[in-house]
């Protein structure tokens, strides 16, 4: 790569989703009794993700 290749703006712009493809995030709740290991297993590594978002998140603040 020759170095005025870097120095050229891109003319096309990023790609977007469309609105209509777009999904929103939502929680749904099951039932434990018809939870079966997997399902358990799913919900503890999203507690576990979440609190290590939390505490990226509160270790920013302190910064």
């Given at each position: 790569?020759?170095?005025?290749?870097?120095?050229?703006?891109?003319?096309?712009?990023?790609?977007?989703?469309?609105?209509s493809e777009q999904l929103e995030a939502r929680d749904v709740e099951f039932a434990e009794e018809l939870a079966d290991s997997?399902?358990?297993e799913a919900q503890r590594r999203a507690e576990a993700a979440d609190?290590?978002?939390?505490?990226?998140?509160?270790?920013?603040?302190?910064?």
């Open positions: 790569m020759g170095r005025d290749e870097h120095k050229r703006k891109s003319r096309k712009p990023l790609g977007q989703t469309p609105k997997a399902d358990i609190q290590r978002a939390s505490q990226h998140q509160h270790n920013r603040r302190k910064s």
